[in-house]
């Protein structure tokens, strides 16, 4: 499973577009990238996950590099809702794809 | 119908009880998780059940027992627990197997006396 590496914290106004980085310099090929949230005291939420282009849903946009060594997820009209830790995991192929949660960032919206 | 339902939602026990976590899902999922999170820690996966076999134990102590009598139900039984066993316990699923995205319940908050 690919290692990745987050900021542990961020600020983002509200209203504002939040721009979350990961690293993920050890990704194969094959890895798929998702992001994950967990806002205070609740599961897990998936938002959205990529493998080479770029992908955007409801929720958020996710830019990968044309290496596929970091992406950004981006949401692009933050609200107060959106304070979270924020996960971004690189599952691995084979039989392992275990969700492997780093610290993640923990992403606060002021207002 | 992404849900996934858990319950109870919190669990007070001694450490001489026995309880069960109840996790559930109807969205036809065949695979589905059990999850302990610490307070101010990222989740860490305990089990993995595929097709209603237990696949995958993260060396788990026995005093945490799973079951998965269906492919809607997954239970967590618990025995002779600790007081650092106290977290949150959270249940998710997937369509058929771990590559794919998981979606998670609300959790049962568990604090052992």
Known sequence: DAKTTQPPSMDCAEGRAANLPCN???ISGNEYVYWYRQIHSQGPQYIIHGLKNNETNEMASLIITEDRKSSTLILPHAT????AVYYCIAPGSGNTGKLIFGQGTTLQVKP | ?????QT???????MTNKKSLKCE?????????WYKQKAKKPPELMFV???EKLSINESVPSRF??????SS?????????????????LCASSPFSLKETQYFGPGTRLLVL
Do not use: I, W
């Not at chain 2, 139900?73 to 316990?89: F, K, T, V």
């Open chain 2, 49 to 51: 059940y595929s097709y």
């Open chain 2, 73 to 89: 139900l997954l239970n967590l039984h618990l025995h002779a627990l600790q007081p650092e066993d106290s977290a949150l316990y």
């Open chain 2, 65 to 70: 027992s799973p079951e998965c009598p269906n």
């Open chain 1, 80 to 83: 107060l809702r959106d304070t």
């Open chain 2, 8 to 14: 109870p939602k919190h669990l007070v026990m001694g």
């Open chain 2, 25 to 33: 899902q109807h969205m036809g999922h065949r695979a589905m998780y």
């Open chain 2, 1 to 5: 119908d992404t849900e996934v339902t």
């Open chain 1, 24 to 26: 993920h310099s050890t």
